[in-house]
């Protein structure tokens, strides 16, 4: 079970980084398919970086401590 009452990294927990994809994807589907505005995507996209302290989507996971590291992604 994902606890949102706990600070979470998507650069430092496997875990985190997964949540943090899955729910991008979702938004990215909810999107395309006219659930939600661009506004609304470009809003709770900027919400999800902030709680998994993302700066960029081509950066998260490639610090040297990531989950990723490694595993040629």
Aim: aromatic share 10%.
């Amino acid at each position: 079970m994902f606890d949102f009452n706990k600070s979470h990294d998507a650069n430092k927990s496997a875990e985190d980084l997964k949540y943090y994809v899955r729910s991008i994807a979702l938004l990215g589907e909810m999107k395309r398919d006219g659930c939600i505005s661009q506004a609304e995507y470009d809003y709770l996209k900027s919400c999800f970086m902030k709680d998994f302290k993302v700066t960029s989507d081509l950066m998260v996971g490639k610090s040297p401590t990531s989950p990723r590291r490694g595993n040629g992604m």
